[in-house]
């Protein structure tokens, strides 16, 4: 165990090169580091944030789903709607625990998002206005988080890697549902097909947003990859989300709206790869600040719930409390 650093005059810690450095080696070397482990405050911070951002992102994602379990086409369809909003409640819970093992408490990061401090994945603020958008979902939205999330499996944080093994199993199921669905509307009627493209039209370009601004725009990005917290840049993610995706739509009989997609042998050094148009940034950095068209809506939603279980959570910590009490007088005997 080596030393995270001296102490200052003023009584904080000065992260030493030597600490610094030999941190880094133990990255390169690909050893997990683990909670009690020493890390630089920026490692620390820099998961907070991630780790908090996704398993918002997580909770918020129940929201537009959820408000179609009510009025899905079938119970079988009702089934697997209700199962998947389940799952990504999980899935936040899972993440919420790992970011608490970097010393923050889930209520902090709870008023953060409440408070418009902490983000959570732009994707969600737009509207679902159909049942064919719960198909898109699962392909695209779901598609594009798995891109993200697989390399998170070798994550260089030990609780965040782990966490992530069994979101991704699921999130590969919630993926093949929704392809699964749009398969059933573009082989029926054909409103049921043009539903599934009007679908596709509005939530191609918000999926390709969810990789990130480009990799010459953030300011996380190349210090995440130097720590191996993430493995692969913004660009690079979105470039192999389009390669995969593009066959698919074509399966399906869908056209990508994007009139500058083309495949360009010469891409991806000879192995090929599609070139594509340009992403609106000036939207989703609108809808990253707060304009977008669901924004209020999804916080509203967040703040009732919270405030209307609150006495759960005061119910279950009294519950514990009063345990912890009894077995401690118990001990005493």
């Not at 001296?6 to 133990?26: H, K, P, S, V």
């Not at 209700?82 to 993440?95: F, I, M, N, R, S």
């Not at 902490?118 to 979902?137: H, L, Q, V």
């Not at 993200?148 to 609780?159: A, E, F, M």
Request: glycine letters at 8%; proline letters at 5%.
């Amino acid at each position: 165990m080596y030393s995270q650093g001296l102490i200052g005059a003023d009584g904080t810690t000065e992260e030493t090169e030597e600490f610094l450095a030999a941190f880094q080696a133990r990255i390169d070397r690909e050893e997990k580091i683990e909670p009690n482990d020493p890390m630089p405050e920026g490692y620390r911070k820099t998961l907070i944030r991630q780790i908090g951002q996704h398993a918002h992102s997580e909770i918020v994602g129940m929201l537009p789903e959820g408000n179609w379990i009510t009025r899905a086409p079938s119970l079988r369809r009702k089934a697997a709607l209700l199962a998947k909003v389940q799952d990504e409640g999980g899935h936040g819970l899972y993440l919420y625990s790992a970011a608490e093992t970097l010393g923050v408490s889930r209520e902090q990061m709870t008023e953060e998002l409440l408070s418009g401090k902490a983000k959570y994945s732009s994707i969600f603020n737009y509207p679902t206005p159909t049942w064919a958008d719960m198909g898109t979902i699962g392909w695209l939205v779901d598609g594009a988080a798995i891109m993200n999330q697989i390399p998170l499996c070798r994550c260089s944080y030990g609780p965040y890697a782990r966490a992530m093994i069994r979101v991704c199993k699921e999130e590969s199921f919630h993926q093949r549902q929704g392809y699964e669905l749009l398969i059933s509307l573009c082989n029926g009627t054909k409103e049921q097909k043009d539903m599934a493209q009007d679908s596709i039209n509005r939530w191609w370009w918000p999926s390709l947003m969810m990789f990130g601004p480009h990799d010459a725009d953030s300011s996380h990005s190349e210090q995440s990859m130097k720590w191996k917290i993430k493995r692969f840049s913004n660009d690079e993610l979105r470039q192999k989300f389009i390669d995969a995706t593009v066959p698919q739509a074509e399966y399906l009989g869908l056209t990508v709206p994007d009139p500058d997609l083309k495949w360009n042998p010469e891409k991806n050094n000879g192995k090929g790869g599609y070139d594509h148009g340009e992403i609106n940034w000036v939207e989703f950095w609108q809808v990253v600040k707060g304009h977008g068209q669901m924004n209020r809506d999804r916080i509203k939603a967040r703040k009732k719930a919270w405030n209307d279980g609150e006495w759960v959570r005061d119910a279950a910590l009294a519950h514990a409390e009063k345990r912890a009490a009894r077995q401690t007088a118990q001990a005493a005997e």
